[in-house]
């Protein structure tokens, strides 16, 4: 996963495979952005192809814990098949999500 900020956003750029191997990794990246004093993020997953449940329960629980700290999350640029997955599980309702980098950066501004 690759990191950006642009002002006091920064965006996470998503890995190829969101899965219970690449979970971990990515976890610990927001875990330290956000220990840093980070507290908007922007999701952008127009690299990734699949996610799994493992993926899914990272997001939902990483969203909740920085709402806590005054915090938001978006999630931008979604290939067809984890549109699909997101839909499925229920997350386009619970999250909001954005066709570009651009509106998303907007939404948190």
């Given at each position: 996963m690759?990191?950006?900020?642009?002002?006091d956003?920064?965006?996470?750029?998503?890995?190829?495979?969101?899965d219970?191997?690449?979970?971990?990794?990515?976890e610990?990246?927001?875990?330290?952005i956000?220990?840093?004093?980070?507290?908007k993020?922007?999701?952008?997953?127009?690299?990734?192809?699949?996610?799994a449940?493992?993926?899914?329960?990272?997001?939902?629980?990483?969203?909740?814990n920085?709402?806590k700290l005054?915090?938001?999350?978006?999630?931008?640029?979604l290939q067809?098949?984890?549109?699909?997955?997101?839909d499925t599980?229920?997350?386009?309702q619970?999250?909001?999500?954005?066709?570009?980098i651009?509106?998303?950066?907007?939404?948190?501004q």
């Amino acid at each position: 996963m690759e990191i950006k900020t642009t002002g006091d956003v920064s965006i996470a750029i998503f890995v190829n495979r969101f899965d219970a191997y690449t979970s971990r990794d990515v976890e610990a990246m927001l875990n330290d952005i956000v220990e840093k004093g980070t507290r908007k993020i922007v999701c952008d997953l127009s690299q990734t192809e699949y996610i799994a449940s493992a993926g899914l329960r990272l997001v939902l629980a990483f969203s909740k814990n920085l709402q806590k700290l005054g915090g938001q999350l978006v999630i931008c640029c979604l290939q067809p098949y984890v549109k699909e997955v997101f839909d499925t599980a229920g997350f386009t309702q619970i999250f909001k999500i954005y066709n570009s980098i651009e509106d998303a950066l907007k939404s948190v501004q």
